[in-house]
DNA sequence: GTGATTGCAAACTGTTTGCATTTTG
DNA sequence: CAAAATGCAAACAGTTTGCAATCAC
């Protein structure tokens, strides 16, 4: 009956906000973002739960971790392959579509088995492009 | 005097044996693996001062952070721009050299100024290769 | 000598875990 | 009704901070 049967998941109400949540999500929120909104519906919810919802998403694959944060997880509803454009400054994230994907040099892979892999883009995004042009070379952009 | 004098900051021991420990150094360390190395030099290091160094190191721009390892942070002394194969059972990080560089699709730039970017390759080491052969699937890549 | 760095401990952030209670299928 | 999920609190890991003692320039 609900929609989000096809997770193949224990269907709790909680679950559901989570899921609702995600549903179409371009902001790649972190656990805490998702907490905040879930609790709006959910005031006795906990932070286990969000987390042990999306441990079970991860599992499922309906849903996918990034790192680019550094020291805070960020979740992605949006599982097919796609890369990234992050501020550097307020650390919002948007998807980027590139016109090619590089590949690594034949001898370079190592003996590594590629599974896959994916491109970001850092910069400054327009509300922090503002107060901050000219400023580039203070912020470091590798993750 | 010391081959360290260039990076500008003030060298007491304990800063000359992190430089020496990152220098030249591709297995991307964690703040614990840097600190485990100095501390056999250094019995009396502080995590605190592992820590302080590699942000004056940063602020300097003579390491860069990595934000591939979730919930721990790695630092790169080479700080030219370049990519990474990670393989995503053991989190081995290896410096890898693509074809070419991917670009944004114009109008996707979404008024972002650009200022850099890199691909990260995911895959699976030598080592792991052969455990987990056939079983890519269970491992999410993307960061 | 003075300002920067060290080392220690305590604080903090984000995440994970144990467990009694409740709920889903 | 059995297996799984919730909520709470406590435990954790990695990182940061405050401060007195020490050290580099």
Chains 1, 2 share one sequence.
Not at 127 to 133: F, K, L
Request: hydrophobic share 30%; aromatic share 6%.
């Amino acid at each position: 009956m609900n929609e989000h049967r096809d997770t193949g998941l224990r269907l709790t109400p909680q679950r559901i906000a989570i899921l609702d949540c995600l549903k179409g999500n371009k902001r790649h929120p972190s656990a805490e973002d998702i907490y905040r909104v879930v609790r709006i519906k959910f005031p006795t919810m906990s932070f286990a739960t969000v987390y042990s919802t999306l441990a079970v998403l991860k599992e499922k694959r309906k849903v996918v971790e990034l790192t680019i944060d550094a020291g805070k997880k960020r979740y992605d509803p949006e599982t097919l392959s796609h890369n990234h454009l992050i501020c550097v400054v307020c650390k919002k994230i948007v998807d980027a579509a590139t016109s090619d994907t590089p590949r690594l040099r034949g001898r370079e892979e190592q003996g590594f088995k590629l599974i896959a892999s994916h491109t970001d883009f850092y910069g400054l995004c327009p509300g922090c492009r503002e107060h901050y042009a000219g400023q580039e070379d203070n912020y470091v952009c590798r993750s």
